[in-house]
Nanobody
Framework: QSQLEESGGGSVQAGGSLRLSCVAS????????MAWFRQAPGKEREGIAA????????YYADSVKGRFSISFNKAKNTLYLDMGNLKLEDSAMYYC?????????????????????WGKGTLVTISS
């Protein structure tokens, strides 16, 4: 078993909604951060949403702001990504990550720097 395991991926029609889950097990994340990244074929992995377990954030990429929502359920030790109004461009492999801090650029872009643990990914495919 992976310390971070994503689930909830699948095929959904454009305009629809989907909830991704990431269960953290055998991992201490009481004071760190967690985030969602995605990678489409031919593109580099990009950060789309992140938060600090202790309350910082959340942070979102411009491409998903207003449509996606990240949250963490401490009792269930589970990170969620609620995706709404899905677009064709959202098709990608989605990864859950955890680390001590969230890395960002001056423009507010979320980077993978600082993320020490990664899930294997869950595939999301959007159709027209």
């Amino acid at each position: 078993q992976s310390q971070l395991e994503e689930s909830g991926g699948g095929s959904v029609q454009a305009g629809g909604s989907l909830r991704l889950s990431c269960v953290a097990s055998g991992l201490t994340i009481s004071t760190g951060s967690m985030a969602w990244f995605r990678q489409a074929p031919g593109k580099e992995r990009e950060g789309i949403a992140a938060l600090y377990i202790t309350g910082g954030g959340p942070y979102y990429a411009d491409s998903v702001k207003g449509r996606f929502s990240i949250s963490f359920n401490k009792a269930k030790n589970t990170l969620y990504l609620d995706m709404g109004n899905l677009k064709l461009e959202d098709s990608a492999m989605y990864y859950c990550a955890a680390g001590q801090m969230v890395g960002t650029t001056s423009g507010g872009r979320i980077t993978e720097h600082g993320m020490d643990y990664w899930g294997k990914g869950t595939l999301v495919t959007i159709s027209s």
